[in-house]
Nanobody
Framework: QGQLVESGGGSVQAGGSLRLSCAASGRTFNAMGWFRQAPGKEREFVAAISWNGGSIYYADSVKGRFTISRDNAKNTVYLQMNSLKPDDTAVYYC????????????????WGQGTQVTVSS
């Protein structure tokens, strides 16, 4: 069974940085991505990356501030979040699929349990 375990969430002041990690066990996925869900809002796409890093996608709201990367030797994907804003406050979910990376949530078959990120002003 594929399992995704996120870590690295926490509380930070606006302008600060956090790095999220997501370790996959049991399977190797082509695409891994991050989604987030703020209180009272739908879950939304944040970033996705292909196995070799050749295809990377970001939501417009995080471009230039967030960087997705992966270490295939560790079967882990990372999300480096800089210049954080209060609007970035959400539960961040790691997702994975065997197909190519996509922004479409329903196409991801495997999900982590989520990690809370809180940005205070």
């Amino acid at each position: 069974q594929g399992q995704l375990v996120e870590s690295g969430g926490g509380s930070v002041q606006a302008g600060g940085s956090l790095r999220l990690s997501c370790a996959a066990s049991g399977r190797t996925f082509n695409a891994m991505g991050w989604f987030r869900q703020a209180p009272g809002k739908e879950r939304e796409f944040v970033a996705a990356i292909s196995w070799n890093g050749g295809s990377i996608y970001y939501a417009d709201s995080v471009k230039g501030r967030f960087t997705i990367s992966r270490d295939n030797a560790k079967n882990t994907v990372y999300l480096q979040m800089n210049s954080l804003k209060p609007d970035d406050t959400a539960v961040y979910y790691c997702a994975a699929r065997y197909g190519p990376p996509t922004e479409t949530e329903r196409l991801y078959n495997y999900w982590g349990q989520g990690t809370q990120v809180t940005v205070s002003s």
